[in-house]
């Protein structure tokens, strides 16, 4: 995701192209989220093999060891996309138990990582395919997807705009805690937004809440993707899309957002786990 930035000289340079290629695959992806399906599932196979191929990249992992687990997530999405999330965990979690068990046989430390990266793609593949196969699944996922979206784009121009200490330099030394606040508003007033329009019954506060919370947690996603990329040595996770970098740079906030939608979703759905626990604040 885009880091909130501070003021610099030259900072919006490449601004135009950023927006012209962010565009275009949120057209892409709204309109294969609206469609749902197979078609959704072998959108979001393509994308978590892709992440796990950059991970692997990432830390010089063999091909032959990428294709297997690419073999693996593709399995996982297929069970999934068939209505069997139990069984896709039970596979993600047997795979990476699997490769870690490989890799310590090899004594081939750095391929012990395939094994953390199958988890990091495979988690929210199964989530989001699952998301959209809940009866008002075409609303959660674009949900979930917009709250990134909305932290990622009033972080970057927060932060510009008003620049101050920043939150962690060490990691990723553009983002800004004015940035983090504007990411959390924009979140926030997405989510309660986005509620009214699809007259979701829960109080407004609750969504408030609810965005500007899982705004934080879009955040320590980009936080933990800046930390590899600084352990690898890499500005980008890859070169996929041109002023954008590779598909983990795009969703590294939303692989812990989604996880956790999901979660809260299944544990029971959105209207009884808000009537239930944010009534009384609405």
Not at 142 to 171: C, E, H, N, Q, S
């Amino acid at each position: 995701m885009a880091a909130a930035e501070p003021k610099a000289a030259g900072a919006g340079s490449g601004l135009g192209p950023r927006v012209v290629v962010g565009l275009f695959l949120a057209v892409i992806a709204i309109a294969d989220i609206w469609v749902g399906g197979p078609a959704f599932s072998l959108m979001i196979a393509a994308g978590v093999i892709l992440i796990l191929w950059e991970w692997c990249a990432m830390h010089r992992i063999a091909q032959g060891w990428r294709i297997g687990g690419g073999l693996a997530l593709a399995a996982v999405a297929l069970l999934a996309d068939r209505n069997q999330p139990q069984l896709a965990l039970v596979l993600l979690l047997s795979s990476a138990i699997l490769f870690l068990a490989l890799s310590l046989l090899a004594k081939a430390a750095a391929r012990r990582w395939i094994s953390t990266g199958l988890l990091y793609a495979g988690l929210p593949a199964i989530a989001l395919i699952w998301l959209r196969g809940q009866p008002d699944g075409f609303a959660l996922v674009m949900w979930t997807m917009g709250l990134v979206w909305a932290t990622d784009i009033f972080a970057y121009f927060a932060g510009r705009a008003i620049g101050g200490p920043k939150i962690w330099p060490a990691v990723s030394p553009n983002k800004t805690w004015a940035g983090l606040i504007g990411g959390m508003t924009g979140a926030a007033l997405f989510s309660l937004g986005f509620a009214v329009w699809r007259n979701w019954p829960q109080g407004a506060l609750a969504m408030l809440l609810l965005g500007a919370a899982l705004a934080v947690v879009a955040q320590a996603g980009d936080f933990f993707e800046s930390w590899l990329k600084r352990r690898a040595g890499v500005k980008d996770s890859g070169r996929l899309f041109p002023g954008h970098g590779g598909i983990m740079d795009r969703v590294d906030g939303l692989v812990p957002v989604a996880c956790l939608v999901a979660l809260w979703a299944a544990t029971r759905t959105p209207v009884e786990w808000v009537s239930a626990g944010w009534e009384a604040l609405a």
